[in-house]
T-cell receptor, first 119, second 116 residues
Framework: AQTVTQSQPEMSVQEAETVTLSCTYD???????LFWYKQPPSRQMILVIR??????QNATENRFSVNFQKAAKSFSLKISDSQLGDAAMYFC????????????????FGTGTLLAVQP | DTGVSQNPRHKITKRGQNVTFRCDPI?????LYWYRQTLGQGPEFLTY????????KSRLLSDRFSAERPKGSFSTLEIQRTEQGDSAMYLC??????????????FGEGSRLTVL
């Protein structure tokens, strides 16, 4: 079974500053992906960044980067130069198993971190 | 717009009534997922379709819930004899087949159910 834990229900950051959101996970799968999704108020969830577990290099997408610590099963998200538009609920998610035609490959989500950006 | 579309966006119903939600996935996606999200929680997996076949159902999906995906295109999620505990946001997501799969799911805006 897979579990994802986000221990920070809410976070706040000043505009242009950097913030780190924490996530830990547990899985018995040897092959898995990890994700951070952003859910703005009343809008659909969108992918922020993705990490393949077999890759040692941390993923980066513009102002977003992750710190992937496989042995510690930790997957934190760093947002640099925070912008007002970054205010949203952020979900950490894992997706495990071998990727073949019949596999479900469903996402398992954490409970989310609500990020507020102060002007 | 070629994203995932869900209807209705909001449904208010009385306890005991039946409700149906529809999801139109991105056209080239053959994988379709339903999730339920309650206030303060992350989305919880309900069921998964690959084309028209329902390949996995969560234990959260009680006998009052049924999902279909005829012809492997749009999907419906029906809740019979609604209860107040069914009040939640129901999210639909789709993705590519495994050959193209990056693991990413594309979500709709959700259908919010309020049971009075």
């Amino acid at each position: 079974a897979q579990t994802v834990t986000q221990s920070q229900p809410e976070m706040s950051v000043q505009e242009a500053e950097t913030v780190t959101l924490s996530c830990t996970y547990d899985t018995s799968e040897s092959d898995y992906y990890l994700f951070w999704y952003k859910q703005p108020p009343s809008r659909q969830m969108i992918l922020v960044i993705r990490q393949e577990a077999y890759k040692q290099q941390n993923a980066t997408e513009n102002r977003f980067s992750v710190n992937f610590q496989k042995a510690a099963k930790s997957f934190s998200l760093k947002i640099s130069d925070s912008q007002l538009g970054d205010a949203a609920m952020y979900f950490c998610a894992s997706q495990g198993g071998v990727f073949y035609g019949g596999a479900t490959n469903k996402l398992i989500f954490g409970t989310g971190t609500l990020l507020a950006v102060q002007p | 717009d070629t994203g995932v579309s869900q209807n209705p966006r909001h449904k208010i119903t009385k306890r005991g009534q039946n409700v149906t939600f529809r999801c139109d996935p991105i056209s080239e996606h053959n994988r379709l997922y339903w999730y339920r999200q309650t206030l303060g929680q992350g989305p919880e997996f309900l069921t998964y379709f690959q084309n028209e076949a329902q390949l996995e159902k969560s234990r959260l999906l009680s006998d009052r819930f049924s999902a279909e995906r005829p012809k492997g295109s749009f999907s419906t999620l029906e809740i019979q004899r609604t209860e107040q505990g069914d009040s939640a946001m129901y999210l639909c997501a789709s993705s590519h087949d495994v050959q193209l799969n990056t693991g990413e799911l594309f979500f709709g805006e959700g259908s919010r159910l309020t049971v009075l």
